[in-house]
């Protein structure tokens, strides 16, 4: 049993889920009623969740499910596919990932040398990761290690200050500042 109330989860996450909706559903009423039926789905729900490390995954599903009944609900003759756009007001998909990759540069400073420099070679550079190797006097495997390291440290620094949020293809739609003290977002 998790003792989280329907008010905390609304502080934490309901700004979260109104852009998840709202980059799924074009009316800006209807995002509003979807996000009152998923917050009263949540509530109904809530006493029956049985790990609360599984909160975050299980607050998507319920709301992707309140989409997708709110689609084979509409009798509009409106698709859909049509419908998934974001509202006008807001960045596109392509201007959040642009915006968000603009930070990697700076918290690539913040990373130790060897990372910062495997990443540059490979990530920057297109060096491959064996010539990589060759070039720093590394095994294959080594190599490969140290750039896994390097962009999983950079992931975190950027997780750290920001949290990142995607489609299903990876793509970066959303951001909302955590702690920003690391790049360029606030």
Known sequence: MTTRTTEDVWKESGDRLRRFI???VRNAHDVDDLLQEVFARIHAGLGGLESPEAMESWLFQVTRR????????STSSTSPVELRFEPADAPTPPEVAAEVASWLAPMMELLDEADREALRLTDLEGLSQKALAARLGLSLTGARSRVQRARRRLKDLLTECCEIERDRRGNTIAYTPKNCSSCGCG
Not at 66 to 73: N, P, Q
């Open 66 to 73: 309140a989409v997708v009944d709110h689609y084979r609900r």
């Open 22 to 24: 709202a980059a799924r």
